[in-house]
Each structure stands twice: as structure tokens, then as C-alpha cells.
């Protein structure tokens, strides 16, 4: 699917909108960076709960193109313009993270978090 | 030398610049055309490290020469030393607060990453004193 698929499903808003034509297969939920970074391979959209400019530096290492924030939660604006300055699109769920995991797990996206 | 030789302040008291430096040789080999995959090991194992050495050892140096066939970086810091090597490099192994822990950090995972993602690591470490960290990553070596 494409991020504005992901988009739709979760019913999220844009905060920040990179290229939303991006296709991506596989995404990850996790508020542990450290899980994340160990982890993951070939993620490229990344699900938290958590706030900090760290979860854009993680994706960023890990060539993510999408954050989606779970729970409604707003990142403030060094977060925003972190990503904007790395092509990454970010959205904002009110869906809480099992959910939202959910939701896009159905639509056919696939996960990683965990040693496949 | 033919490498290019980098040198980044590692602030210790900014937890949200952290990653900063990890960032600046991720771009700079995208643009030297550096392999992907050589540039995402490059990456995890430098911010992995860059982390560290901002949430234990209150900030540091970092070092990074690149050169065609290989990356090395090293990480310097005067914080408080580990005690143990053994035990830090186990997965699990932490001895991060719970407010690192809030902050998304502190699985007990870095080390034994940054080992996964490199072709050398070497620690030197002294209690009291500081922490030298050693890694290459070897840009034709497939993972
Ligand atoms: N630069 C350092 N200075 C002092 N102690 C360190 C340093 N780097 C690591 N350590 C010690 O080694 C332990 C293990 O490090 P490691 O990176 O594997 O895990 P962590 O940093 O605690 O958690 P994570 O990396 O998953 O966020 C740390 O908890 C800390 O006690
Ligand atoms: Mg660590």
C-alpha cells in the first residue's frame, strides 16, 4: 500500500507530508527506540506512542518514511521539523497502538518488530 | 591520509540533539554514494553509540574516517567507565534509570547491536575515567 493508504486507514491527520506516493510494505509498533533499532529490518513505517526528536532520529537511521503517532498524541514542532527535513511523512492517529496496529495488519501491511 | 576525517562534539546535557552526529555521516555517505546497507550498519551502530554516551557518560567526541573500502568510528567520553564488559555487551543488560527508559532508551540492546552491525568493535574502559569505543564497518562485507 502507499502512505496515503495508511493514511486513510488509520482516518489520520498530516502533519507532515512527505511523499505520499512512498509504497511500504511493513511497519512497526513500539514505544522502545532500543527495540526498534535491534530489531527491525526493512521497516518502513514506524507506530509509537512516544513524543521525542528521538523517534525521528531512529527512523531516520533505520531509512523509515513515515511516523504515525497513536493515541492523538502531538509531537511539538522541533519533532515536526526534524522530520520535514527528512522527506519522512507524519501522522497523527486517534487510534490507540494495538488498533491502529490492527487496523493496518488487516489492510495487508506485515510486521518485524519481533525475529521473523 | 586519503579518508575523509570527521570530528563532532557530542553535547551531554541536550538529550533531543542526540543523534546528531550519527545523522551528519548518514547524509554525508548518501552523498558519496556509500552502499546502503553499509550506510544503515554505519548509522545504528554510531547512534547506538552516540546515545550511550550521551544518557551514561554525559556527552563526548566522536571520530568518524571515511574511506572507500571501510568506515571507522570512534567514540570517546570521560564519563564514568564500565565496570564490567562482559555483562554491559548482553543483551538485556542495562543499568539505565527509569526516565531514560521514558524516553524510549535503555533495552539493555545498544551494545550488542552496534556488535551485530560492525566487522570490528573494541571497547577500552576505565572506571572513573572514560569510555573508547572502536567500530568498523567494512563497506563490501555482506551482513
Ligand atoms: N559510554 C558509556 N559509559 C558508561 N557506561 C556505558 C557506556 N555505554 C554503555 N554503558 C553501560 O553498558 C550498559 C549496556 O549498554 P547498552 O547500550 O547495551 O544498553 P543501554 O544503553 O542500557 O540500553 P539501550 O542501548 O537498549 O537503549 C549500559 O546500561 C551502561 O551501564
Ligand atoms: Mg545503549
Redesign the pocket.
Given at each position: 500500500m502507499k502512505i496515503s493508504d495508511v493514511a486513510a486507514i488509520l482516518d489520520a491527520q498530516v502533519l507532515v507530508e512527505g511523499n505520499m506516493d512512498t509504497e511500504v510494505k511493513t511497519a512497526c509498533g513500539s514505544d522502545m527506540m532500543?527495540d526498534v533499532l535491534a530489531f527491525v529490518k526493512d521497516q518502513s513505517v514506524l507506530l509509537t506512542g512516544l513524543m521525542n526528536p528521538q523517534v525521528v532520529r531512529t527512523a531516520e537511521m533505520m531509512d523509515m518514511h513515515c511516523i504515525v503517532f497513536v493515541r492523538d498524541k502531538v509531537p511539538d514542532a522541533t519533532v515536526l521539523r526534524l522530520a520535514e527535513d527528512r522527506d519522512m511523512t507524519v501522522l497523527q492517529t486517534r487510534y490507540r497502538m494495538f488498533t491502529a496496529c490492527g487496523k493496518l495488519y488487516d489492510a495487508g501491511l506485515r510486521g518485524g518488530c519481533e525475529k521473523e | 591520509m586519503s579518508g575523509l576525517s570527521l570530528k563532532y562534539e557530542v553535547p551531554g546535557d541536550d538529550f533531543t540533539r542526540a543523534g546528531e552526529a550519527s545523522s551528519d555521516v548518514k547524509r554525508k555517505l548518501k552523498k558519496l554514494g556509500y552502499d546502503p546497507d553499509a550506510i544503515r550498519r554505519v548509522a545504528i551502530a554510531m547512534y547506538?553509540g552516540e546515545?550511550?554516551?550521551v544518557?551514561?557518560?554525559g556527552g563526548g567526541q566522536a571520530f568518524v574516517t571515511i574511506e572507500p573500502q571501510r568506515v571507522d568510528i570512534v567514540l570517546e567520553?570521560h564519563?564514568?567507565?564500565?565496570a564490567d564488559v562482559e555483562k554491559?555487551m548482553q543483551a538485556g543488560?542495562?543499568?539505565?534509570p527509569d526516565q531514560v527508559r521514558s524516553l524510549g532508551?535503555?533495552?539493555?540492546?545498544?551494545?550488542?547491536n552496534m556488535k551485530k552491525y560492525t566487522d570490528e568493535m573494541t571497547i577500552d574502559t576505565e572506571v572513573g575515567k572514560g569510555?573508547t569505543l572502536k567500530m568498523t564497518v567494512l563497506v563490501n562485507h555482506k551482513s
Open positions: 532500543s | 547506538e546515545i550511550n554516551m544518557i551514561h557518560a567520553d564519563g564514568p567507565g564500565i554491559a543488560y542495562s543499568t539505565a532508551f535503555g533495552a539493555g540492546m545498544g551494545l550488542p569510555t
